[in-house]
């Protein structure tokens, strides 16, 4: 199909949701109890998102009971910490119950808009038509790398933290940790018994227990309404300034502080530039240093939308409750506090979506097609395959 061609409604999606990830299967939950006709693309080979790609010790901070997606509860224990390959596989599992319309494989490079309420969903050598789109890409594929003076010229081992695995390459060597959020503690803490290591930051991290008189603090925040409270400006001005004074938050059943405490790893003020052997310290002192890992965070993958005009000019979406305010008919799903403060997890991003499609049923009122017209069009769509 070219830009040229004059489609009949038929042809016309009521929705495609990019990302098969959590944020992704979520909304074609709801998108299905809707009534929608959609699909979901997936640049990937199976839905689930990016959890495969975390490190291997990874386990979720919010126990089972509070991590799962609106339709099927997380299986097994409710009160342990899943670990990575659990979440994978209940995400894949959900993906096949759910009966959401799911393309692999299916790289979106841009979407423009065609007509007055039409997009355009640009795949690979395909154009798709749809009335909405919801965005819901993540951000791990957007890794935020900082530039410090010298850095090109570091002759040891530079990565982010997407690409740390486990700790044993690490083995024996002088390794400094960027980052004081959660990756870069559990990272540092990790390595801290294969290597000598420091975390370097801003400000030291600001460890939260993660049980409160034996309850873990989701159902604190549950049962007090702060996972469900919307992000207002007064709210998220309490927040930074909060975070100004303490660093960031980081939750500790206890392992964190004991290491923390004993100085392996330790915590230093942020490294001034590199050499090419190694770092120099804020206070001068230059040290080498084999290994240097960025647990600097993630932005907002949505490059692909750069056509709409979506963005603010610091390359921010415009949005309200994911609902775009550029653009009518675009949506987002699992960017961080787009809603909630718990917008980018696991027990956030089903409520978002469920505020997404209850506006974008309310946008498509009236444009959509008759039932003779809606009969099944669009791509082939295969079935997700439960793994054997
Ligand atoms: P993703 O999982 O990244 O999925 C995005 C999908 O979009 C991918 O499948 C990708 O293939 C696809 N995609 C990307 N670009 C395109 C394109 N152009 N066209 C088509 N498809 C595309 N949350 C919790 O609730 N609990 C936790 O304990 C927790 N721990 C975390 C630990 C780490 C280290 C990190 C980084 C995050 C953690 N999170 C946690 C946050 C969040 O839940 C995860 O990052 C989660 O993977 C985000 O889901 P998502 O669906 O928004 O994005």
Redesign the pocket.
């Known amino acids: 199909m070219t830009s040229n061609d004059n489609p009949a409604a038929t042809d016309i999606f009521d929705a495609v949701v990019?990302?098969?990830?959590?944020?992704?299967?979520a909304t074609g939950h709801h998108l299905r109890k809707a009534g929608q006709r959609f699909v979901i693309?997936?640049?990937?080979d199976a839905?689930?998102?990016?959890?495969k790609h975390?490190?291997r010790s990874?386990?979720?901070?919010?126990p089972a009971r509070y991590?799962s997606l609106p339709g099927m509860a997380f299986p097994g224990d409710p009160d342990r910490?899943p670990s990575r390959d659990e979440?994978m596989a209940y995400l894949t599992q959900y993906a096949a119950e759910q009966q959401v319309p799911i393309q692999s494989g299916?790289?979106?490079?841009e979407v423009r808009r065609r007509a007055e309420g039409v997009f355009e969903v640009h795949?690979g050598g395909r154009v798709l038509l749809a009335r909405a789109v919801i965005a819901?890409?993540?951000?791990?594929?957007r890794p935020r790398m900082p530039a410090l003076p010298g850095q090109d010229d570091f002759r040891g081992t530079l990565l982010h933290?997407?690409a740390y695995q486990s700790p044993e390459a690490f083995t024996g060597q002088r390794v400094v940790v960027v980052g004081a959020a959660?990756?870069g503690v559990?990272i540092a803490a990790e390595l801290a018994g294969h290597a000598r290591v420091s975390i370097a930051a801003r400000r030291p991290p600001s460890l939260l227990r993660q049980r409160l008189l034996g309850i873990d603090v989701h159902a604190w925040w549950s049962a007090f309404g702060l996972d469900t409270a919307e992000v207002t400006t007064w709210r998220a001005d309490i927040f930074k300034r909060l975070h100004s004074k303490t660093g960031p938050s980081v939750l500790d059943a206890g392992i964190y502080r004991e290491a923390l405490a004993s100085g392996h790893p330790d915590i230093r003020p942020m490294l001034q530039q590199f050499t090419p052997e190694g770092v120099v310290w804020a206070d001068g002192t230059a040290e080498p240093v084999d290994a240097v890992i960025f647990a600097t965070g993630?932005l907002p993958?949505l490059?692909?939308l750069a056509p709409l005009d979506a963005f603010d000019r610091h390359g921010a979406p415009r949005q309200k409750r994911g609902i775009s305010t550029a653009v009518p008919g675009l949506y987002y799903?699992?960017?961080s506090y787009q809603r909630t403060y718990?917008s980018?997890?696991?027990?956030?991003?089903g409520p978002d979506a469920r505020v997404v499609v209850d506006h974008l049923a309310e946008h498509l009122r009236g444009q959509k097609p008759s039932a003779e017209e809606a009969a099944p069009v669009g791509p082939r769509i295969e079935p997700v395959q439960l793994p054997a």
Do not use: K, M
């Open positions: 990019i990302g098969a990830g959590q944020a992704g299967l693309l997936d640049a990937a839905p689930g998102g990016s959890w975390h490190y990874l386990r979720l901070f919010s991590s910490y979440t299916s790289r979106v490079n795949e819901a890409t993540g951000s791990f594929e933290s997407l959660n990756s559990q993630f993958n490059d692909y799903v699992g960017l718990a980018a997890t696991l027990r956030g991003v």
